[in-house]
């Protein structure tokens, strides 16, 4: 029975989406279709005539299973301008005056249908929602890909995701589609999804309120006229009171908030509330005055799940135009919701950048050729000639020559979505077709059935991609690019839009021009005021010896893949070319210095834009990455290590800065600085310390005061010629993909993404540390923290230092061109959790602070290391999840576990003394999870005998051989520390061989100082035969350690605990 048609006006054919029993757990029948008028949403707001009443649906459908009919009266209303929201009529639209038509059904037939309205086309141009339950969307991907293929939706909001940072988002990514989650933290299930189109502007809008609420996220969508609110809630059941008021007060907020319209979605398990009389139980009072108060509609009228009502859909300001309950999700007990939104949605059709790009296919270089071709081109005039510049121009119009013929070019497209072939998306499009024309049930299996292919096409490659991996001869190199490429894989890193000053950029040369303006604006714009420095060092260095060995070496630590710079010339050709190469940049190197010119051609640095945090439309969220041509990082090279030599040789850099040195790094810092506050706070005093951050340290130091601070060190010309000629006079260049911005000048500071630029800035911030004279400073590079002890009596003397001593430091700063960054900068106490000081930095509150991040270790003020054990272990099981999903081969999985994931855990292991037992189980449980997983088939239980079989060591003992190893080091001077514990060894008059090189054991008070790296470990090292000890060589030591690590234990302990057979006995 056909339903008639809008007189006067060319009719179109609605239906409501069907979904189909496999997809939703139950079979249902086809849904009726009605005869209504197309909205036509391609008109203009202009062409509106006031008061045009848009059509308003006052009966849901009801359709007869039977004869699939049904009777629906559809009005035009006058609505109010909120809730018209948009909608355009024709003119046979206007002239229509209240057309009513009906027809009815058997009484006696059931309705089985549960859609409220007719659901607009596929082509509708409105906004468009799809909310799902989906209770885990980890392993439903393939359904929900399906969904989106066939249904194309503005905006998709997934609630009970059971997500956790095991699951990384390039597995849930979805082509055309933008992702925003929020996991929950606190135990599993609950969390948020949405997928948002990349057709829309979308972004995550933050709010004090609105982030209280659990489980739940909110964006903004920015449409064709306005801005409207999204939130996706995921209220538990047996919710406390509390949540309640605060998902009260969030609808309170989201109603004041300058949106023209707000949507919150969700599913809020409220089956007891009536929603048709907005009548409920006392308890959820709360929620219903809020809502009726501050103007919330709910729109779900029919149960979501069994009989209840529980998936649900609030608006602000906006009627929807159609509500469709359609049938369950994929294993889950919860119906989809479609929602369509009379608002026209910004289907601007996203610009198409240019992924097509060239590169060289070195993986099949004629390398013997092109060594051939260097060797034998005509060098005369190079050698000959004194010019840097013509030098420079042969050099590199010969070897760009002999890359052109031995490694010729080719291009390639970057794809972002899995590649699918033209057969297949062909056969997806017949059956997208079909789903919305006749409603073939088969349409949904065949999709399945095509994606699963897809998908296998996809593995098999894979396996393929592994093999060939594991074959060569750098497997482990191969497996780790292999594994890089995947994660980037689905990874959409361009920049489609930027938004600057309210207004929105979709120019590729646009958004490049204003993020190289930001980049341009961290430094300073002149020079600060000259002033007269003492020269501090005893002998002067004036030239540096450039001699073949020293550049080979330089280009031995070239990484094979580094970014080349503007001159195109990659790494890979230096490290393959040859010694005759080594021959040619002696010439060029020499040429340079003598002059003391730094080459024009090498002072242009690209800069490519990386992505921080936060919305990716904001220029405010990308650092830059700084590439310089690979020809000056090997001169670099040369300079920097002779360089150091000469400042460590005259002592002229500060003993507590560990940053860009030899022999010092991160941990050699870390171990002084938790020395010494274990030490204080074993003498029971106080530990106050303070935290500075320096904002834009490298790029805002000025030129002309570094010259005066390398002079004060003893370098003089042609060197010193050489540097300012490297620091001035340079450009940079940003970059996005082949867009490239206009040159922009450097005026201040040293440069990032160079070898020489870190060593020129702790030469300038060497003597920030003489503001301190009561305090005890630790330096890496400009992180600088600064230690004082008091009693608990003398907090009162000891604040007035400590703000004396910061004021002196903000003065020095602000003498030398630099800024402190106050918003960042603070003050922990260690012994006191309620103590309070007054301090102020440049006339600023000094912040207090519990726990703090430094140099990659969080702690809290009581020393407790857990949360950073709980960062680095959801680190780590985000990563191992993904190989474990990605890669088949189980001696894939073992390398990359070895060489990518267990490397995370290990950082700085020398704390892990002094952490919890539980923490220790916790990191432990990472690799007894792995072997499970690995030997998943196998029946052993034992975690030792499943280490055994796949040649892994307990992670325990490998800290317990690492920090052996490092205790060595320290012990023999072989790495950096101002501890020197050498001093507290014991000398005999007489010689017992149990006696020999042992270690005097320093007396202790505390628990803390006692499980300290370096009080723990003199009492393992006391344990270990004689031999072991007495070795002089690293090597020796480390080839002889093994045997007491597997034939004894260390320092065995008087009680045993269940745990022991998993992390030993010695709680290391």
Same mark, same amino acid.
């Given at each position: 029975?056909?339903?008639?048609?809008?007189?006067?006006?060319?009719?179109? *054919?609605?239906?409501?989406?069907?979904?189909?029993?496999?997809?939703?757990?139950?079979?249902?029948?086809?849904?009726?279709?009605?005869?209504?008028?197309?909205?036509?949403?391609?008109?203009?707001?202009?062409?509106?005539?006031?008061?045009?009443?848009?059509?308003?649906?006052?009966?849901?459908?009801?359709?007869?299973?039977?004869?699939?009919?049904?009777?629906?009266?559809?009005?035009?209303?006058?609505?109010?301008?909120?809730?018209?929201?948009?909608?355009?009529?024709?003119?046979?639209?206007?002239?229509?005056?209240?057309?009513?038509?009906?027809?009815?059904?058997?009484?006696?037939?059931?309705?089985?249908?549960?859609?409220?309205?007719?659901?607009?086309?596929?082509?509708?141009?409105?906004?468009?929602?799809?909310?799902?339950?989906?209770?885990?969307?980890?392993?439903?991907?393939?359904?929900?890909?399906?969904?989106?293929?066939?249904?194309?939706?503005?905006?998709?909001?997934?609630?009970?995701?059971?997500?956790?940072?095991?699951?990384?988002?390039?597995?849930?990514?979805?082509?055309?589609?933008?992702?925003?989650?929020?996991?929950?933290?606190?135990?599993?299930?609950?969390?948020?999804?949405?997928?948002?189109?990349?057709?829309?502007?979308?972004?995550?809008?933050?709010?004090?309120?609105?982030?209280?609420?659990?489980?739940?996220?909110?964006?903004?969508?920015?449409?064709?006229?306005?801005?409207?609110?999204?939130?996706?809630?995921?209220?538990?059941?047996?919710?406390?009171?509390?949540?309640?008021?605060?998902?009260?007060?969030?609808?309170?907020?989201?109603?004041?908030?300058?949106?023209?319209? +707000?949507?919150?979605?969700?599913?809020?398990?409220?089956? !007891?509330?009536?929603?048709?009389?907005?009548?409920?139980?006392?308890?959820?009072?709360?929620?219903?005055?809020?809502?009726?108060?501050?103007?919330?509609?709910?729109?779900?009228?029919?149960?979501?799940?069994?009989?209840?009502?529980?998936?649900?859909?609030?608006?602000?300001?906006?009627?929807?135009?159609?509500?469709?309950?359609?049938?369950?999700?994929?294993?889950?007990?919860?119906?989809?919701?479609?929602?369509?939104?009379?608002?026209?949605?910004?289907?601007?059709?996203?610009?198409?950048?240019?992924?097509?790009?060239?590169?060289?296919?070195?993986?099949?270089?004629?390398?013997?050729?092109?060594?051939?071709?260097?060797?034998?081109?005509?060098?005369?005039?190079?050698?000959?000639?004194?010019?840097? %510049?013509?030098?420079?121009?042969?050099?590199?119009?010969? !070897?760009?020559?002999?890359?052109?013929?031995?490694?010729?070019?080719? *291009?390639?497209?970057?794809?972002?979505?899995?590649?699918?072939?033209?057969?297949?998306?062909?056969?997806?499009?017949?059956?997208?077709?079909?789903?919305?024309?006749?409603?073939?049930?088969?349409?949904?299996?065949?999709?399945?059935?095509?994606?699963?292919?897809?998908?296998?096409?996809?593995?098999?490659?894979?396996?393929?991609?592994?093999?060939?991996?594991?074959?060569?001869?750098?497997?482990?190199?191969?497996?780790?690019?292999?594994?890089?490429?995947?994660?980037?894989?689905?990874?959409?890193?361009?920049?489609?839009?930027?938004?600057?000053?309210?207004?929105?950029?979709?120019?590729?040369?646009?958004?490049?021009?204003?993020?190289?303006?930001?980049?341009?604006?961290?430094?300073?714009?002149?020079?600060?005021?000259?002033?007269?420095?003492?020269?501090?060092?005893?002998?002067?260095?004036?030239?540096?010896?450039?001699?073949?060995?020293?550049?080979?070496?330089?280009?031995?630590?070239?990484?094979?893949?580094?970014?080349?710079?503007?001159?195109? *010339?990659?790494?890979?050709?230096?490290?393959?070319?040859?010694?005759?190469?080594?021959?040619?940049?002696?010439?060029?190197?020499?040429?340079? %210095?003598?002059?003391?010119?730094?080459?024009?051609?090498?002072?242009?640095?690209?800069?490519?834009?990386?992505?921080?945090?936060?919305?990716?439309?904001?220029?405010?969220? $990308?650092?830059?990455?700084?590439?310089?041509?690979?020809?000056?990082?090997?001169?670099?090279?040369?300079?920097?290590?002779?360089?150091?030599?000469?400042?460590?040789?005259?002592?002229?850099?500060?003993?507590?800065?560990?940053?860009?040195?030899?022999?010092?790094?991160?941990?050699?810092?870390?171990?002084?600085?938790?020395?010494?506050?274990?030490?204080?706070?074993?003498?029971?005093?106080?530990?106050?310390?303070?935290?500075?951050?320096?904002? +834009?340290?490298?790029?805002?130091?000025?030129?002309?005061?570094?010259?005066?601070?390398?002079?004060?060190?003893?370098?003089?010309?042609?060197?010193?010629?050489?540097?300012?000629?490297?620091?001035?006079?340079?450009?940079?260049?940003?970059?996005?993909?082949?867009?490239?911005?206009?040159?922009?000048?450097?005026?201040?500071?040293?440069?990032?993404?160079?070898?020489?630029?870190?060593?020129?800035?702790?030469?300038?911030?060497?003597?920030?540390?003489?503001?301190? !004279?009561?305090?005890?400073?630790?330096? $890496?590079?400009?992180?600088?923290?600064? *230690?004082? +002890?008091?009693?608990?009596?003398?907090?009162?003397?000891?604040?007035?230092?400590?703000?004396?001593?910061?004021? +002196?430091?903000?003065?020095?700063?602000?003498?030398?061109?630099?800024?402190?960054?106050?918003?960042?900068?603070?003050?922990?106490?260690?012994?006191?959790?309620?103590?309070?000081?007054?301090?102020?930095?440049?006339?600023?509150?000094?912040?207090?602070?519990?726990?703090?991040?430094?140099?990659?270790?969080?702690?809290?003020?009581?020393?407790?290391?857990?949360?950073?054990?709980?960062?680095?272990?959801?680190? !780590?099981?985000?990563?191992?999840?993904?190989?474990?999903?990605?890669?088949?081969?189980?001696?894939?999985?073992?390398?990359?576990?070895?060489?990518?994931?267990?490397?995370?855990?290990?950082?700085?292991?020398?704390?892990?003394?002094?952490?919890?037992?539980?923490?220790?189980?916790?990191?432990?449980?990472?690799?007894?999870?792995?072997?499970?997983?690995?030997?998943?088939?196998?029946?052993?239980?034992?975690?030792?005998?499943?280490?055994?079989?796949?040649?892994?060591?307990?992670?325990?003992?490998?800290?317990?051989?690492?920090?052996?190893?490092? $205790?060595?080091?320290?012990?023999?001077?072989?790495?950096?520390?101002?501890?020197?514990?050498?001093?507290?060894?014991?000398?005999?008059?007489?010689?017992?061989?149990?006696?020999?090189?042992?270690?005097?054991?320093?007396?202790?008070?505390?628990?803390?100082?006692?499980?300290?790296? %370096?009080?723990?470990?003199?009492?393992?090292?006391?344990? %270990?035969?004689?031999?072991?000890?007495?070795?002089?060589?690293?090597?020796?030591?480390?080839?002889?350690?093994?045997?007491?690590?597997?034939?004894?234990?260390?320092?065995?302990?008087?009680?045993?605990?269940?745990?022991?057979?998993?992390?030993?006995?010695?709680?290391?």
């Amino acid at each position: 029975m056909g339903s008639p048609n809008v007189e006067g006006d060319n009719s179109t *054919i609605l239906r409501p989406p069907s979904i189909y029993s496999d997809l939703m757990g139950s079979d249902t029948s086809l849904s009726p279709s009605i005869t209504v008028s197309r909205l036509k949403s391609s008109l203009t707001e202009h062409d509106h005539p006031p008061n045009t009443p848009p059509i308003h649906l006052t009966h849901p459908i009801l359709p007869n299973t039977r004869e699939h009919t049904s009777f629906v009266k559809i009005t035009y209303d006058h609505l109010s301008p909120v809730n018209y929201a948009g909608i355009k009529l024709n003119k046979q639209e206007r002239r229509a005056n209240t057309p009513t038509f009906s027809s009815s059904h058997s009484k006696s037939d059931k309705p089985q249908g549960l859609q409220h309205t007719i659901l607009l086309d596929k082509h509708s141009s409105f906004l468009t929602l799809m909310l799902i339950n989906a209770r885990s969307i980890q392993n439903k991907m393939t359904q929900l890909r399906a969904l989106l293929l066939l249904h194309n939706p503005s905006l998709v909001l997934i609630t009970e995701s059971w997500l956790s940072s095991d699951i990384t988002d390039t597995y849930l990514q979805i082509d055309t589609y933008e992702l925003f989650r929020c996991d929950r933290v606190t135990k599993k299930g609950g969390g948020c999804l949405i997928y948002a189109s990349k057709n829309m502007r979308t972004e995550i809008f933050s709010d004090h309120i609105l982030s209280k609420v659990p489980d739940s996220m909110w964006l903004t969508v920015h449409t064709l006229e306005c801005k409207i609110l999204i939130g996706c809630i995921y209220r538990a059941p047996n919710t406390p009171s509390l949540t309640d008021t605060i998902i009260s007060e969030s609808f309170a907020k989201a109603a004041s908030l300058d949106f023209a319209y +707000k949507i919150v979605c969700g599913d809020f398990n409220l089956p !007891t509330i009536n929603w048709k009389t907005h009548s409920g139980p006392p308890c959820y009072e709360g929620i219903l005055r809020s809502l009726d108060i501050h103007g919330w509609q709910q729109h779900v009228n029919l149960p979501t799940r069994n009989h209840n009502i529980l998936d649900l859909i609030f608006c602000h300001n906006v009627t929807p135009a159609s509500m469709v309950v359609g049938e369950k999700f994929h294993n889950s007990d919860h119906k989809i919701v479609f929602c369509t939104l009379p608002i026209l949605a910004k289907r601007k059709k996203l610009k198409t950048l240019n992924t097509c790009f060239q590169y060289r296919d070195y993986k099949n270089a004629d390398w013997s050729n092109f060594r051939f071709l260097i060797k034998h081109s005509d060098w005369n005039t190079f050698f000959t000639s004194d010019n840097l %510049l013509e030098t420079l121009e042969i050099f590199n119009t010969t !070897t760009k020559s002999a890359l052109d013929t031995t490694i010729p070019s080719k *291009i390639a497209f970057k794809t972002i979505a899995p590649y699918i072939n033209q057969k297949a998306k062909s056969k997806l499009r017949k059956l997208r077709k079909t789903y919305f024309t006749s409603k073939d049930f088969s349409a949904l299996h065949q999709v399945y059935s095509v994606l699963e292919g897809v998908q296998s096409h996809h593995n098999k490659n894979k396996q393929t991609e592994e093999r060939t991996a594991l074959t060569a001869a750098s497997k482990v190199q191969n497996l780790c690019r292999l594994l890089e490429k995947r994660m980037r894989k689905n990874k959409d890193h361009n920049i489609h839009s930027l938004l600057h000053d309210g207004v929105t950029y979709y120019d590729q040369t646009v958004i490049c021009e204003l993020l190289s303006e930001w980049f341009s604006q961290n430094g300073n714009t002149s020079n600060a005021p000259d002033f007269n420095i003492k020269c501090i060092s005893k002998s002067y260095i004036s030239t540096i010896n450039f001699d073949i060995r020293s550049i080979h070496t330089a280009i031995k630590t070239l990484k094979p893949n580094a970014s080349s710079g503007v001159d195109d *010339i990659p790494s890979i050709l230096y490290k393959m070319s040859g010694p005759d190469i080594h021959t040619l940049l002696l010439k060029i190197y020499t040429l340079s %210095l003598e002059a003391g010119t730094y080459p024009e051609a090498w002072k242009v640095t690209y800069v490519l834009p990386k992505h921080k945090s936060g919305p990716r439309n904001l220029v405010g969220n $990308y650092r830059p990455i700084n590439i310089t041509p690979v020809i000056s990082r090997i001169m670099e090279k040369v300079i920097q290590s002779q360089l150091s030599d000469h400042l460590l040789k005259e002592e002229l850099i500060d003993p507590t800065q560990h940053g860009f040195i030899r022999t010092r790094s991160c941990s050699t810092c870390l171990i002084d600085f938790f020395n010494e506050v274990t030490r204080i706070r074993d003498q029971k005093k106080l530990v106050i310390i303070l935290y500075f951050d320096i904002k +834009k340290a490298f790029d805002k130091v000025p030129h002309n005061l570094l010259i005066n601070r390398l002079q004060s060190v003893g370098i003089i010309n042609p060197l010193l010629q050489w540097i300012k000629s490297f620091l001035t006079n340079r450009y940079q260049i940003t970059k996005l993909n082949s867009t490239t911005s206009t040159p922009r000048p450097i005026t201040s500071g040293v440069v990032q993404g160079s070898v020489l630029g870190p060593l020129l800035f702790i030469i300038y911030i060497n003597n920030i540390c003489k503001c301190f !004279t009561t305090g005890k400073t630790y330096l $890496y590079a400009d992180d600088l923290k600064v *230690i004082y +002890k008091t009693d608990v009596g003398d907090v009162r003397s000891t604040m007035q230092t400590i703000q004396h001593e910061l004021n +002196k430091v903000d003065d020095w700063c602000k003498r030398w061109g630099l800024e402190l960054n106050t918003e960042k900068c603070g003050w922990l106490c260690i012994g006191n959790t309620s103590l309070k000081l007054k301090l102020a930095l440049n006339k600023n509150p000094l912040l207090r602070l519990t726990s703090v991040t430094d140099l990659g270790v969080h702690y809290s003020d009581s020393l407790n290391f857990s949360e950073h054990i709980s960062t680095k272990a959801s680190q !780590t099981r985000r990563l191992l999840g993904f190989i474990l999903r990605n890669f088949f081969q189980k001696e894939t999985k073992i390398i990359l576990y070895k060489t990518c994931v267990r490397p995370i855990v290990e950082y700085c292991s020398f704390l892990f003394s002094n952490l919890r037992l539980s923490d220790i189980l916790k990191v432990e449980g990472i690799q007894r999870d792995f072997t499970r997983k690995i030997l998943k088939n196998d029946q052993l239980t034992d975690y030792k005998s499943r280490c055994h079989i796949l040649g892994l060591e307990p992670l325990w003992k490998r800290r317990l051989r690492s920090n052996l190893i490092l $205790y060595f080091k320290l012990l023999k001077n072989l790495t950096y520390s101002t501890c020197n514990i050498a001093l507290y060894q014991d000398s005999h008059g007489y010689n017992l061989r149990d006696k020999v090189s042992t270690v005097k054991i320093e007396k202790h008070r505390s628990k803390t100082r006692e499980n300290f790296f %370096l009080i723990k470990y003199a009492l393992i090292w006391n344990s %270990l035969p004689s031999e072991v000890r007495m070795a002089d060589k690293l090597h020796t030591f480390t080839r002889l350690i093994n045997q007491p690590l597997t034939s004894i234990d260390l320092v065995q302990t008087n009680t045993s605990t269940p745990h022991t057979d998993i992390i030993g006995s010695l709680h290391i």
